[in-house]
């Protein structure tokens, strides 16, 4: 008798699970809900008017696990083309011969990362070059200033007690409070002076000032993987999704089920042991009983639906108060030829993202669709350009309630403000909401250690991925947990340790 799995969300965590129990062993019955109409959670891929798009920057780089590589690049290879990144042995496994954008779909582009961050109403190139553009752009007593701060850091290095004592500590007041100040502001939405730093391991890990510095001088290999640093990146042709499109048909190949629109109504448990799941199957409720309950959607979320008569109610309530930032994606298409008399688009028009620090403008970044792939847009970019506007906010900040009309206003003065606005205006827009995007690293995220132990104790459920772990993580991870959870299964090992980040 098949044993039953259950997995909540059908993102990558999710379905990175269910392949690895259904490719490896025969034992499983695998059935997956998931709340949306579509598969990949963050990281899809949606239709707008013949244009695709995904929720904002999503790039694939070499995954630290190679179990994770493997999975990705042999969804989608990465195209025989100039590399600057990949080694050899990366290439002979990932790399598929003779095949591009021309001449396949399934293929990853290689991509070179361009970035530049928008600081003090001008345009740097990221990670800051140490060239005669930066130079006449900062001024020589800016320069001078980031020098001390860091000489004073490299001194007298502050207790890291918060993060930004952790971004003080690698890069210096200074140029912290030029470069990731007010970014940081508007993904967390509050003061780095109040955030843990646990943000900062995840997003910046080792790099620092001095890294970027020996990373110009002697070309280190080092920091060339890190998230904030990346020369270079991959990039399906029909865009993020796409690898989580060919990851569902596999999973159904091998007999997975895939339940859209679906989603737990509640889960009984006695004795800390799963007796029934109630959900919805497209508005009509169902039971299962399972042996196994893999969850990658939000831990508040999930300890809401537990009926369980011995939870802890006190421990319960806090996790319910996990924090989350939403994000608001405004994707705008605007005609191409209007763009490029526009000097401030002449400066960016090659990069793939955009930073902007000033908190005049209300979006943290700007994603240019037509560099990731032309294959993005309907006319293949010739006579359009689609650019991915990233608000972070709070389920009450005024913007998550303005009306799309409202909005559309706002984003016309903050693009004027960038002199980013073309004369003939914004042709096409499509706003998406997402819930729970990023999550914060404030307020009862302290306690989560303890939150942990606690559900550890419910021995049949495994909690992967970045909303079901409440870590800021990027895709690769989430699909790692997601791997771990299910080997634990495999090899009735249930060591929890394994999984949790
Ligand atoms: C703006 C932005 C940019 C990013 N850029 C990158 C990048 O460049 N590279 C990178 O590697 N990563 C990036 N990430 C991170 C990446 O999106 C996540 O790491 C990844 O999506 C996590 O996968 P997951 O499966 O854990 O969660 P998700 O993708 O969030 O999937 C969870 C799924 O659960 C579903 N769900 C939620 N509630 C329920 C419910 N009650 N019942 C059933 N289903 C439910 C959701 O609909 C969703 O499909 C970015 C994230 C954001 C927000």
């Known amino acids: 008798m098949k044993k039953t799995v259950l997995i909540l969300g059908a993102g990558p965590a999710g379905l990175a699970a269910a392949y690895k129990l259904l490719n490896e062993s025969k034992d499983y019955k695998v059935i997956i809900l998931e709340k949306q109409k579509e598969i990949g959670g963050l990281c899809k891929t949606i239709d707008f008017k013949q244009n695709k798009l995904d929720y904002g920057v999503h790039f694939y780089r070499i995954s630290e696990y190679k179990e994770v590589n493997d999975i990705i690049y042999n969804l989608i290879p990465i195209e025989d083309n100039i590399s600057i990144q990949l080694t050899k042995q990366e290439k002979d496994r990932y790399v598929k011969k003779n095949q591009n954008q021309e001449n396949s779909d399934n293929i990853m582009l290689i991509k070179e ?4 961050i928008y600081f003090d109403n001008k345009f740097y190139e990221y990670p800051i070059k140490i060239n005669l553009d930066t130079i006449k752009k900062m001024g020589i007593i800016n320069l001078i200033a980031i020098a001390f701060s860091y000489l004073k850091v490299l001194i007298f290095k502050k207790k890291e007690t918060n993060l930004e004592n952790y971004y003080i500590n ?15 502001k508007k993904v967390c939405g509050v003061d780095p002076k109040d955030i843990d730093i646990d943000w900062g391991k995840q997003r910046i890990r080792d790099t620092s000032l001095i890294s970027i510095v020996k990373e ?19 990039y399906p042709k029909y865009g993020c999704g796409q690898t989580y499109e060919k990851l569902v048909d596999k999973i159904i190949k091998l007999g997975g089920i895939i339940l859209t629109n679906s989603y737990v109504k509640d889960i009984i448990i006695k004795d800390n042991k799963i007796t029934k799941v109630n959900y919805f199957e497209n508005k009509e409720l169902k039971e299962l009983e399972v042996d196994y309950l893999i969850n990658s959607i939000a831990l508040k979320d999930f300890v809401s639906l537990i009926r369980d008569d011995t939870a802890s109610k006190s421990l319960v309530s806090e996790i319910q108060r996990l924090p989350f930032r939403d994000l608001i994606l405004v994707n705008i298409i605007l005609t191409k030829k209007d763009m490029l008399k526009l000097s401030s688009f002449q400066e960016i028009k090659e990069n793939s993202w955009v930073f902007i620090q000033n908190p005049d403008v209300k979006f943290g970044r700007i994603k240019i669709a037509n560099n990731w792939s032309n294959y993005m847009l309907k006319d293949k970019g010739s006579e359009q350009v689609l650019l991915t506007l990233e608000y972070c906010c709070d389920s009450k900040d005024p913007i998550n309630k303005m009306t ?13 403000l960038l002199k980013l606005y073309p004369k003939s205006g914004i042709k096409d827009y499509k706003i998406t909401k997402v819930k729970n995007a990023y999550p914060a690293y404030y307020g009862v995220y302290s306690n989560r250690q303890s939150f942990i132990n606690y559900l550890n ?4 459920i495994y909690f992967v991925g970045r909303n079901g772990q409440h870590q800021y993580i990027d895709m690769d991870k989430a699909m790692y947990t997601g791997l771990c959870a299910s080997k634990e299964i495999l090899n009735k090992t249930n060591n929890k340790k394994r999984v949790w980040l």
């Open 457 to 460: 104790k419910y021995k049949q």
């Open 404 to 416: 799309n009309d409202k909005l559309i206003n706002q984003v016309k003065k903050e693009l004027k």
């Open 113 to 116: 990362a361009t970035s530049n």
């Open 216 to 234: 110009k001088i002697f070309k280190s290999k080092k920091v060339n993987n890190e998230p904030s640093l990346i020369k270079e990146y991959y």
């Open 170 to 184: 690698r890069y210096g007041k200074k140029f912290y409070s030029m470069f990731f100040l007010d970014y940081t």
